[in-house]
């Protein structure tokens, strides 16, 4: 069976180790490819997938909206997320899922043992990664959300889309805000060796734990080490958790993860 990632760029991604360390899990088969889907044409790439037998895919930047777009039928995650990263057929129609959400939840509650309810959340950014795993979080009954971003008018939209939930949650700017926070999760793409935007004082108290949902030695975990923060974390256990999840849609079983986030951050 053949499954596959697109994207563009693709070539980095390490999708491939991860769903084969799961397949090995049973000692099931597994040609996962890395797809550089065009820019102009990600619909026919998908096509052409499955029409010559492709069984399922994930879907990484800059595709996740276009692929929401092509499904005709969509898992109520990724309804309200406006996104899709898993992809498979049935019946002839194309499916989807939104993993994201989900998979940052499970990294957090239940590899890193950090508490969600009613927690004072800070989500800095409010582009599709951030609508993604919104619902997820809000599902976690969190004291309130806060999301902060550049352009706040997107981060009062975002806020608003998400209002029905039971938990406050609030959109605004970068710069006015006021902490401190229990945890705050950064959504905001500075590029390993770029730069955080400026942030005000305050945010991080003895207490804060500081999430990251790219993986590696982000600007924003060393921005947070030097503020003092209790506990930091890169989001490879997410990149692991939603993999799973996906694989879990395709395969009718969930992957053990512990040791597959072990072996890629080795």
């Known amino acids: 069976m053949v499954f596959a990632l697109f994207g563009n760029p693709v070539h980095h991604s390490r999708s491939p180790q991860i769903h084969t360390a799961f397949a090995a899990q049973r000692e099931q088969p597994m040609d ?4 550089l889907a065009p820019l102009n044409d990600f619909a026919g790439s998908v096509q052409e997938f499955f029409s010559t ?21 969509l898992s109520d995650r990724a309804r309200h997320a406006g996104a899709v990263n898993t992809l498979w057929q049935k019946d002839g129609r194309l499916c989807g899922d939104n993993t994201d959400g989900i998979g940052m939840v499970t990294d957090i509650r239940d590899n890193l043992h950090w ?21 997820p979080l809000l599902d976690e009954h969190p004291a309130h959300i806060r999301i902060a971003n550049r352009t706040a008018e997107k981060a ?15 959109g605004g700017g970068l710069d006015n805000l006021a902490g401190p926070y229990d945890l705050i999760i950064n959504a905001i793409s500075a590029g390993l060796g ?5 942030l005000p004082g305050g945010l991080i108290g003895p207490q804060t734990r500081c999430y990251d949902m790219i993986y590696g030695d982000t600007p924003f975990l060393r921005w947070a080490a030097q503020q003092g923060a209790a506990q930091t974390a890169d989001g ?20 053990q993860t512990k040791a597959v986030i072990e072996q890629m951050r080795s």
């Open 32 to 35: 996962f490819r890395l797809i």
């Open 53 to 73: 037998g492709g069984v399922g895919a994930n879907v990484t930047l800059p595709f996740k909206e276009q692929a929401w777009e092509l499904c005709d039928e």
């Open 115 to 135: 508490p969600l309810a009613h927690q004072r959340i800070l989500i800095l950014g409010a582009g599709g990664a951030v609508r993604g795993v919104l619902g």
């Open 236 to 255: 490879l256990g997410m990149l692991v958790e939603q993999a799973a999840e996906a694989f879990s849609v395709w395969h009718g079983w969930r992957p």
């Open 194 to 198: 770029g730069s955080m935007p400026e």
């Open 156 to 170: 009062r939209e975002l806020s608003l889309m998400f209002a029905g939930h039971g938990v406050p949650i609030f």
